[in-house]
């Protein structure tokens, strides 16, 4: 597990902002669930920076490090065929480079 | 199979070949065949103790570390949460420096804590391999490890805990938690009704392992 790095991106979100999402499908070593990607949440709270996995992987630095959030999504956002109730949520943790403002 | 070994040397003692289907044959070992990467672990393994890098003394002192890990550790937390309101807002705000101010090794485990209530109530997974609080816990369950309990976790979490035997009211918000990335989670379930006086070391052994996945409530009293 990396620690905090010191060499890091500036956070650009903060608790309570909505974001989307990227809905990318790259290639690689990715921590961002297919599940999650276009959905849109808001920012539960900054974990702090860590070097990016997906440079990690590939035996690089992964400097600077990412911005790291947990995003909390209402179930309903993410299952079209969700079963419960629609206040049901799920908090995911997703690297800034994933994250875009959403209106 | 009977007390003696069988001689299956001795000429004339049966009058078919041995090879098969012999009713006093032992079973086959269980041992599969190595997988690519158990050659390739005992392989690096053997290089690393033949180039000195660690003795065989030490790992096997890591393993026993490792295996050593148990849910009382996490227990430990979250009793001291229930008897201690203020201990319990530090780690909910900071779980990490909440373990080491009671004196939890967790190396460099970022730990959130989250707290089930009367609203909402918590459980753990991850759907991208296995990521789990090793050093409260232990090892995970090999459920925790599944296909079926990580794809099922996040999609129908309420017929998931309904299969553990935790049913969870529409009007109780249901909060799944994947770790995906660098943070490892721990569910501080409600205290059980009755326990009031009990010391920390008694209510301790209430918090189980799926208790504190978000699987489970906590054992009741008595």
Redesign the interface.
Known sequence: ???PATDAIPARFKPGDRVTVREAYPLGHL???F?ARGATGVVERL??A?AN?EELAFNRPGLPAQP?Y?V?FR?AE??AD????A?????????QHWLEAAP | MSGQPHDHHVQGHHDHDHDHDHPHAPPPDADSDLTYHQAMELAVTSLLLEKGVFSADDMRRQIEAMDARHPGLGGKLVARCWVDPAFKARALADGSAACREIGLEIG???L?VVENTAEVHNLIVC??CSCYPRMLLGLPPDWYKSRAYRSRA??????VLAEFGTHIP??V???????????RYLVLPRRPAGTEGWDEARLADLATRDSMVGVAFATSAG
Do not use: N
């Open positions: 597990m990396s620690g921590r961002t669930p599940y974990c702090g860590f996995p790291l947990r909390r179930q993410l299952w969700y079963r419960g109730p206040r049901d949520t799920i908090e995911i943790e997703i690297y | 460099p485990l970022k959130i759907t991208l996040v999609h129908e979490p309420r017929a529409d009007d918000e249901v909060r799944v938690h994947d770790s995906t990335a660098d943070m």
